[in-house]
T-cell receptor, first 112, second 111 residues
Framework: DAGVTQSPTHLIKTRGQQVTLRCSPK?????VSWYQQALGQGPQFIFQ???????QRGNFPDRFSGHQFPNYSSELNVNALLLGDSALYLC???????????FGPGTRLLVL | KQEVTQIPAALSVPEGENLVLNCSFT??????LQWFRQDPGKGLTSLLL???SQREQTSGRLNASLDKSSGRSTLYIAASQPGDSATYLC??????????WGAGTKLIIKP
């Protein structure tokens, strides 16, 4: 079992650009959650996908959008990047919404 | 609004000591509480999960307790080792099944 995988591992973008981050869940998991973790802080919940639909959303602007595919993999898209979007973006998967979430290694995004 | 606080923000102790990390939360209506470990630049590893109906969970040298009524949890690490050095994060799952996180305690175990 490969566990949760994320790509790319690192990314550098400039302000105003758009970025897409990808996540493959652990085998047998159909729920995917995305988090943003700024340096020195705990993760902040962005949104959660289940059955290809956004089920829950945290306090993030519409610039943050996502998608879940039939194979349960997921993408996080961020438009009109700001310097403040620089962070570690974590993806987590779980068998159901209330069970333990397993985290990927994250994608570190730097916006210049 | 649920808020999670972890104290201390950083802790440095000699190898072999027993230690306690603290986590407090403002709303007792939680589904569960989890402790995670994060190594520098890495993702998160789940250490222990305590359901709201439970009082404690143990895994090896780790023991986590939960007092829902007072909004507190502790993570006890016995006989600390240099390999325990990491940031430890506490997260509560609220009634909407969202994880609300503390900022973490950075632990350094000195050989």
């Amino acid at each position: 079992d490969a566990g949760v995988t994320q790509s790319p591992t690192h990314l550098i973008k400039t302000r105003g650009q758009q970025v897409t981050l990808r996540c493959s869940p652990k085998s047998g998991h159909d729920t995917v959650s995305w988090y943003q973790q700024a340096l020195g802080q705990g993760p902040q919940f962005i949104f959660q996908y289940y059955e290809e639909e956004e089920r829950q959303r945290g306090n993030f602007p519409d610039r943050f959008s996502g998608h879940q595919f039939p194979n349960y993999s997921s993408e996080l898209n961020v438009n009109a990047l700001l310097l403040g979007d620089s962070a570690l973006y974590l993806c987590a998967s779980s068998p159901t919404v209330q069970e333990t979430q397993y985290f990927g290694p994250g994608t570190r995004l730097l916006v210049l | 609004k649920q808020e999670v606080t972890q104290i201390p923000a950083a802790l440095s102790v000699p190898e072999g000591e027993n230690l306690v990390l603290n986590c407090s939360f403002t709303d007792s209506a939680i589904y569960n509480l989890q402790w995670f470990r994060q190594d520098p630049g890495k993702g998160l590893t789940s250490l222990l999960l305590i359901q709201s109906s439970q009082r404690e969970q143990t895994s090896g040298r780790l023991n986590a307790s939960l007092d829902k009524s007072s909004g507190r949890s502790t993570l006890y690490i016995a006989a600390s080792q240099p390999g325990d050095s990491a940031t430890y994060l506490c997260a509560v799952m609220d009634s909407n099944y969202q994880l609300i996180w503390g900022a973490g305690t950075k632990l350094i175990i000195k050989p």
